[in-house]
């Protein structure tokens, strides 16, 4: 159960801060994580504009920086669950074939698990790291990608060293995934957690890519050690 706090300032104005009522069995972290959500801009807005998580606002913000996304691109998704990457993928790359004067993109989200059909995307369930991904991808794709993303992260285990170093091999898997699936310019663009552990991950990408830079787009939570790297002009 939750209230809504009101706003003593005068101005007659209604706060919106949602705060639990009840815990109702609910452990405390359980309690903060539901009045974090239900406080949170970015679930809303994604409610409001049809996304499926708050996490697509991070992958607009990174291509209005580095603009990966543009119409006619291929891309793949790894780990694409719940959909919200792919819905903004669709949009930018023009794979709905919507605006009849740009080239036509294709979006392919690959994931462990089963997903929900979205809208101008093919969606695989696919194991990446399995032996013919790389070949069968291609396959789908008619051909490289342009661009290779993924928004993964291993389960948490809760031991902040241990998830760190989880993310961080599961983001190189990514990278040589990537390696053999990118067309030469190409970028890729992946989640790490800041740690420590990341070093010889930049070491890796900077030798297949041109540039390679490490943000932290303004949606991802400030208390979260997450950030992404971005990694453009593929050497091939």
């Not at 708050?54 to 291509?63: G, M, Q, S, Y």
């Not at 989880?166 to 990278?175: H, K, P, S, V």
Request: proline fraction near 3%.
């Amino acid at each position: 159960m939750v209230k809504k706090t009101k706003n003593s300032s005068g101005r007659g104005q209604r706060d919106l801060t949602v705060r639990v009522k009840s815990a109702r069995g609910r452990t405390t972290s359980q309690v903060k994580w539901l009045q974090r959500q239900l406080n949170d801009p970015y679930v809303k807005r994604a409610k409001a504009e049809g996304y499926r998580g708050r996490a697509a606002f991070k992958i607009l913000e990174l291509d209005e920086k580095f603009r990966f996304l543009v119409p006619g691109a291929r891309v793949v998704d790894l780990g694409c669950a719940p959909g919200g990457w792919c819905q903004v993928a669709v949009k930018r790359v023009n794979a709905l074939g919507e605006k009849s004067d740009k080239a036509i993109g294709t979006v392919l989200g690959v994931d462990l698990q089963e997903v929900d059909p979205i809208a101008g995307a093919q969606v695989h369930q696919l194991d990446f790291m399995s032996d013919d991904a790389d070949l069968r991808v291609k396959e789908w794709l008619n051909g490289p990608a342009d661009v290779v993303m993924s928004d993964m992260a291993a389960a948490s285990s809760g031991h902040k060293q241990t998830d760190h170093l989880r993310i961080i091999a599961l983001c190189e898997a990514a990278a040589y995934f990537a390696f053999d699936v990118l067309t030469p310019g190409g970028t890729f663009v992946a989640k790490v957690l800041a740690g420590g552990a990341e070093g010889d991950l930049q070491v890796l990408l900077k030798q297949k890519f041109t540039k390679v830079m490490n943000v932290k787009p303004p949606s991802s939570r400030s208390d979260s050690s997450e950030k992404f790297v971005v990694a453009t002009g593929f050497r091939g």
